[in-house]
C-alpha cells in the first residue's frame, strides 16, 4: 500500500474490553482507520453512547455483522468470545480480508486438544495449519505475509516472552516449568458474571483453575515449538483485585551456567515492546498499564539452582489489542510501533 | 516560532505525580520536548530509573535547578509544592521564558488572602497582578499573551466548569452554593504519609477540611469574577478509594427559569476540552482517566428549584498536566489540542 | 422468654450480602440462634459450602421456604429483593412469627407512593400501618411491642440520623435540605450485574439516581415525622469504590442559633449505636466498618449559615443486618447489645 | 489462675496494625482484659482518640513503656518493630510476666544467622534457646510451660502449615520446594512510607524481596525440624493491592504416591484454627478475613508429580494478633478458641 492510505479496520464484537481496548488505542493510529464496529445487541446505537470515554472521538453507529461491511475493510479483528472468529474467518480471509483474532479460536495447532480444552467442534479446522501465531518475537516473518494471525493469550504471552530466552539457549530443565501468574479482573472479559463483583473479588485473593486452564496447552505448545521436546509445565492463574495488569512468576532449574542478563539482553534486543531491567529488579505491572511493553527481570535466590523470572504486561495491551494492533502494523508493513507510542499511566 | 521548531520545555519538580504526568503527556507531543527535569534529591539519576513507566521513552538525567538550564527553555513548567515557584518565576519571566506555575503561588490576586490560607510570606507579589489564571475557558485570550500563568487547582477546575453557565447567566442564586467534591488519592501529591498509605485509604471514605480547605478562595475568586458580586460557597471535599478522578457534585437555587441544557451547551460548544452530556445523565470519572476532558451534566430533581450539576475530571490532566499543557499551547501558538488527543483508558 | 432459651431464628433469603451478614453476626450470638435459612435456588446446599467464610460455624442446610419451616421460628428476617416479604409476612405475622423485613415492603406508609416508586401493587397494604418503622432512635417503643417491623434502607438510617436532632430542634430550614451520600457497592446486594462488576465501578466514582431514588419518599417520610412539616430533601446517592460503608454529607439552613454539638450529643445520649465525634471531625467509613454504629460530626463552614453534618455506617450492618437485630433484641426483650459487640476491623 | 479471673495484659507498641488488631480482637474476649498499651509517641493520649474505631468500648490511655506497669501484667504482648522486645523481654520474663514477641527478636535458634538477616546484634541472645516459637500446631505442649514465646511471621504461619503435612509425611523432595506467596499492604506496617502509598500499590501487582526475604531463614527453620534434614526453599513473596490477606501457592515434587486429602485432614484433624478444604478447591483470602482461620487446599494438575498447595490466612490474624491470642489462651490454660470466635467479614 502507499505511504498516504490509511488501513480500514473492522472490528467484530465492540462492546468487550478488548474492543473498547482497540477503540482507544486505534483513535489516533497515523495509518490506520476504523471503518466498521458490530455488535448484534448494540447496532444502531453510536459507539460514543455505549462507551463514553470516546465521546468527541468516534462518530460511528455498531453495525450488524455482514460479509458486506466486513469483507470491505482490509484487516478485520475479532475481539470475540470464543467460537465466533472460526465461522466467520474463512470467508474473510477467502476475499482477501486479513485476519487477526484475538479469541482463542485459532491458536492451537491440534484441532483435537483445542476440542478438548474449548468444549466445542471447531468449524474451520483446515485453517488451523495456516493460522500463525501471533507473537511477533517469535513469529514476526511469518506474520508479514500471514492471512489469518492467533493473537495470543494474555498469560501466554508474558509466560512464553519470560521462558523463551532460557529455553532456546537451553539452559534450563524444560520438564519442570512452574508459571504462577497473577491477572487483574479484566483478563475474565466484559459480562453479567457474579464471580467477577467488585464485592467479589475486591480486598481477595484466589487462585482459579489451577488443575488445568485454558492457557495450558496453548503456553506448552509455544515452549515446545522453542525446545523442540517435549515440556512438563505447572500453570497456575491468581485473580487480583486490579484492573489490569499480569504477573508472571516464573520458575525453573538452570541445568548450566550461563550469563542470564545476556540471554535475556540479546534475546529481545531489537524488540521494541520487550523491556529487560537491570539484573535484581522487581517489574510493577503498572509500569507497563496502557502500554503494549512486557518488562522482564530474574532473580537467582540464593545462587541456587532455581531461576526465577518475573515477567508483567497489561493484559489488554501486550496481552491482547495492542498485540493485536502491532500484529496488523507487521501484516500491513507499516512501522510495528505506529499507534502504540504510549507512555504508561503512573499513578 | 517556525511551525516546524520545538518549544524547549523545562521541568521542575519532577518527581511527583503532576511531574511525570506532563512527562507522560509530552513524551509524544508534536510540537514540543522536554530539555531538562530538576530534582535537587535525584539530580544525576536517569528520568527512566526513577520512573520506570518512562523506560525507552526519555534518555535524560534529573538536574539541578538552575537559572543557566531554565533560563534556556521556551516554557518552564512549575509542578513543585506550594512556595517554590514564587521564587523562581520572576527571574525567569524576566529572561522571556513563559512560565506555567502548577501549585498555587499565583492562583489569588490578593497577597493577603493567599497569606492567610498558605500560611507563607509570597515571595514575588508583585507578580500577581500579571499572572493569567489558566482557565482556558474563562480566559484563552490572556493567556495568548501571558508570561506567567498559574494553572488551576483540580477541584477549582471542576466546580467553575460546572457553575460558570449557570452564574453567567444569572440563573442561580450566587449566595447558596454548594460543591461537595470527591478526589481520588493522587490529588494528595506524592509523598511519604502516613494519611495516604493504602490500608488508611482503602475501602475508606471520609470528608476532610470541611471547615475550609485552601481551594475555596480560588474557587470563590473565579466565581466571583463570573458574577461581578460575592458568591457564598460550602465548599467540602473527600477522599475516595481511587487513584485518580474528580467528580464534583454541585448544588444551585435556580432564580428563574431557563433553558439550561441550551445554556451549558452554548458555553461550551467551542471547548476542545469541555464535554457536555444529554440532560440526566451521569458521568464518571472513568470516562475522563488519563484525558484532558471535563465531562458535565446537570439535573433538576423532582422538578424543584434545586438544580444538580454533576462535573467530572482527571485530577492530574484537566486538574493539572494536561490542563498546563493546552495553556503551553495556547501561550505558543500552537494547535489547542496537540498532544492531549487520548482516549480515556477504560477500565 | 425466659432468660436461657434461645430465640429460634429463620431467614427468608440467605444468598445475598444482607442475608449472609446477618449470618455473620447471628453465629455468636447468645440469645439467638439460626435455625433455618432459606432459598429456592440452594435448598439442599449446606451454608457453609455456599459462603466458605461460615465453614466450622454453621452445620445447616438452606430451605425451601415453606410456612412449617418459617412458622415454627420466633422471629423471621426477610432479606429478599423487595416484594417478597409483602407475600409471606402476613400469614407469619397471623401465626404469632414476629417478622424483620430488611426490603423495602413495608417502609412506606402511603400504599400509592410505594407502588409509585417499586413499580408493582402491593400484597398487603392492611400491614402498612402497623408495621414499625425500625429505626431504633425514633420507634424504640412502638418497636418492643411490634409484630411486624420495616428495617430502614441504609441510605435512609445514616441521613435520618444526621438531620434529626436539628429537625427536632427546629434549627434547620426544612425546606432546603440537601443529601450527597456515597455508598459501597455491596449496597448494590449480590447479583450477576454489569454495572456492579470490579472493572466497572473499580477506580471510578459516579452518582446515580440523581433525578430520583427510591429512598427519597423513605427519608422525606421518616424527617417530616420529626418536624410535623412539609420537608423539601435533594438527595444524590454515589456509587463509590469500596465494599462497604456509607458516607452522608448533609446540607441545611440554619433558622437560629443553638449549641449544636449539644443538640446531637442530648439527643443520641442513651443511644448505644450512635456515635457524636467532637465538634469538627470528620468520622471515616472504616471507623464502623463490621460494627453497628452510626458515627457523626457537624461543622459550619466560615461561620456561614449553612450546616454541614457528616455521618458514617456500615451499610451492611447499621444499615441492614446489624439494625435488623438490634430491632430483634428491642422486640424479644433481650439486651439491645447482644450480638453486636465488635469493634471495626481496622484496618 | 481461677476460672473467673481475667488475665491482665498489657501491650508494648498500640500503635501499629497489630496493636490494634490485638486491641479488637481482645475488646470482648472473655477471660482477659487489656490493662495497658504503652506507645512513646501517643503516652497520654486516650486510644480512642488515636483509634476512632475503639471509641466506646475502651477507655485507657497510651502509657509509657515502664517496668512498673508492664511488669504488672500477666501477659504482655509485644508489637512493635524488630528489636525492641529483645531489650524489654528479659526482665518482664524474669519478674514473672509471660512474653509474647510479635516481632521476629525470638523467632531464630542461631544468632548468627538473625544477626545476619536483621543487621543487629541481639540483645538477649540467651533466650533464644527457651523462646518457644509459636505456631501452635506444631508447638503446642512446649507454648504451655513456655515464658517467651516468639509468634511467627504472617508468612512463615501459612507456608509451614501449607508444607508440615507432606514434609512430615515424607511425601515431597525437601529439597525442591517453592513458595509463591502473595500478600496484603497491611503486612508492611504501619508506617509514613513511598511504597505504601495507595497510588503506589494500588491497582499495581510486584514481586519484591525475590533475591531473599527476611521470612525465608525463619520458614527454612521450620520445615527443617519437620524433616530433620536440609530443607531447599525459594520463597518469592509480592505486593498485592488487597488490605489483608495473604495468598501462599505451594509447590513441590511428589517422592511417593499417598493420599494426600488424608494426608491434610488428618495432620490438622483436631486443630480449631486450620480447615482443610475438599481436593481441588480454591480457598479466598476473603473466607478468612478477620478470622484466626488458616484455609488450605491442594492440586495435583494433569496427575503429574507436582503438588500445588494453597493456603489462605488473614495476616493480622492467624499470621500476627490472633495467633499470639492463640498462644495466650494455651500459656494460661484459657479455651484455645476464647476471643477469637468470629466469622469472617464476607464481603
Given at each position: 500500500m502507499s505511504t498516504t492510505d490509511k488501513v480500514s479496520i473492522g472490528i467484530v464484537g465492540g462492546t468487550g474490553y478488548t474492543g473498547v481496548e482497540l477503540l482507544r488505542l486505534l483513535a489516533y493510529h497515523p495509518r490506520a482507520g476504523v471503518s466498521a464496529v458490530t455488535s448484534r445487541a448494540q447496532h444502531g446505537q453510536q459507539l460514543s453512547d455505549f462507551f463514553p470515554s470516546l465521546r468527541g472521538i468516534y462518530d460511528l453507529e455498531f453495525s450488524e455483522p455482514s460479509l458486506e461491511v466486513l469483507g470491505a475493510c482490509d484487516v478485520v479483528f475479532f475481539a470475540t468470545p470464543n467460537g465466533t472468529a472460526m465461522k466467520l474467518a474463512p470467508e474473510l480471509v477467502d476475499r482477501g480480508v486479513k485476519v487477526i483474532d484475538l479469541s482463542a479460536d485459532y491458536r492451537l495447532d491440534d484441532v483435537a486438544i483445542w476440542e478438548q480444552w474449548y468444549g466445542q467442534t471447531h468449524a474451520s479446522p483446515e485453517l488451523l495449519g495456516e493460522a500463525v501465531y501471533g507473537l511477533p518475537e517469535v513469529n514476526r516473518e511469518a506474520t508479514r505475509k500471514a492471512r489469518l494471525v492467533a493473537n495470543p493469550g494474555c498469560y501466554p504471552t508474558a509466560i512464553q516472552l519470560g521462558f523463551l530466552p532460557l529455553l532456546e539457549a537451553g539452559a534450563v530443565d524444560s520438564q519442570?516449568?512452574?508459571?504462577?501468574?497473577?491477572?487483574?479482573?479484566?483478563?475474565a472479559g466484559r459480562k453479567e458474571s457474579l464471580t467477577t463483583q467488585f464485592c467479589e473479588v475486591g480486598d481477595?485473593?484466589?487462585?482459579?483453575?489451577?488443575?488445568?486452564?485454558?492457557?495450558?496447552?496453548?503456553?506448552?505448545?509455544?515452549?515446545?515449538?522453542?525446545?523442540?521436546?517435549?515440556?512438563?509445565?505447572?500453570?497456575?492463574?491468581?485473580?487480583?483485585?486490579?484492573?489490569?495488569?499480569?504477573?508472571?512468576?516464573?520458575?525453573?532449574?538452570?541445568?548450566?551456567?550461563?550469563?542470564?542478563?545476556?540471554?535475556?539482553?540479546?534475546?529481545?534486543a531489537d524488540e521494541p515492546f520487550v523491556d529487560v531491567l537491570p539484573a535484581g529488579a522487581h517489574p510493577e505491572t503498572r509500569s507497563v498499564r496502557g502500554s503494549n511493553v512486557c518488562r522482564l527481570s530474574w532473580h537467582r535466590p540464593q545462587g541456587g539452582d532455581t531461576l526465577v523470572v518475573l515477567a508483567v504486561e497489561d493484559n489488554l495491551v501486550k496481552g491482547a489489542a495492542g498485540q493485536a494492533i502491532q500484529n496488523m502494523n507487521i501484516m500491513m508493513g507499516i512501522d510495528e510501533s505506529a499507534g502504540l507510542n504510549h507512555a504508561a499511566s503512573m499513578p
Open positions: 519442570r516449568l512452574i508459571a504462577d501468574a497473577k491477572s487483574g479482573v479484566s483478563g481477595n485473593m484466589k487462585a482459579y483453575g489451577a488443575s488445568g486452564h485454558r492457557h495450558l496447552p496453548e503456553i506448552k505448545q509455544g515452549l515446545q515449538r522453542a525446545t523442540n521436546a517435549p515440556v512438563g509445565l505447572t500453570f497456575v492463574p491468581h485473580l487480583t483485585p486490579m484492573i489490569r495488569g499480569i504477573h508472571a512468576t516464573l520458575y525453573a532449574t538452570l541445568t548450566r551456567e550461563c550469563d542470564i542478563q545476556s540471554l535475556f539482553e540479546e534475546r529481545f
